[in-house]
Structure formats: C-alpha cells, structure tokens
Nanobody, 123 residues
C-alpha cells in the first residue's frame, strides 16, 4: 500500500502561482510513477502531469504544458506540482496518484490516490 497526502492548495488570483506537494508513505516511493489529476465541479477527473520513478521523464496535458512543472524528491518521498500563470479554468480539486505506467493519461493505470487539495483561481 502507498498512502498519499496532498497539500498546498488555496485561493489565488489569475496569474498567480502555487506549488502543490504530495507526501507518500508505505512502499518505496521511487518505484512508482507519480501523477497529478484534477477534477472541476461538474466535470470528470482529468490528467494533468506525470513523472517517472527516477524523475528523469515527464508527461503533461496540453492544457498545462509550459505553465505547470512536475517534480519529485525521492529522498523526501515527496512529489510536487509547480503551477504558474494560473487561470480560472485551473480551478479544481487536485489529486496525486501513484502507478506504474508513464506516458498515459488514463487514471486506470494508477493504483493509489490521495484525498485531493482544492485550488481556486479567481478572475
């Protein structure tokens, strides 16, 4: 089992930045691909970004590429999502997840999920 706990969400204005964190406990964190997903009110959960276990490879949704950066510190069992130039359409609950496959946006490839952290971007 892997337990995941997100933090760092909040209320910001358009153009601001936020950094989300995801602390993992349980099994060896570096063995897992880490992904970030988000779910806006009334919408399905969607893929945001993912990073390989070593941190050497990343994968982004088109909607966030160039604005968001995913990273991880395996020594701290922590993953991050740096979000810059935030827009109102980025408003959502953000979830981190752990799985085994990079390069796919399917949430079905992730085995473990956090509870989510709310990000609200005002216009």
């Amino acid at each position: 089992q892997v337990q995941l706990l997100e933090s760092g969400g909040g209320l910001v204005q358009t153009g601001d930045s936020l950094r989300l964190s995801c602390v993992a406990s349980g099994r060896t964190f570096s063995n897992y691909v880490m992904g970030w997903f988000r779910q806006a009110p009334g919408k399905e959960r969607e893929f945001v970004a993912a990073i390989s276990g070593s941190g050497s490879n990343t994968y982004y949704a088109v909607s966030v590429k160039g604005r968001f950066t995913i990273s991880r510190d395996n020594a701290k069992n922590t993953g991050y999502l740096q979000m810059n130039s935030l827009k109102p359409e980025d408003t959502a609950v953000y979830f981190c997840a752990a799985g085994h496959y990079l390069g796919t946006s399917s949430e079905n490839t992730y085995n473990y999920w956090g509870q989510g952290t709310q990000v609200t971007v005002s216009s």
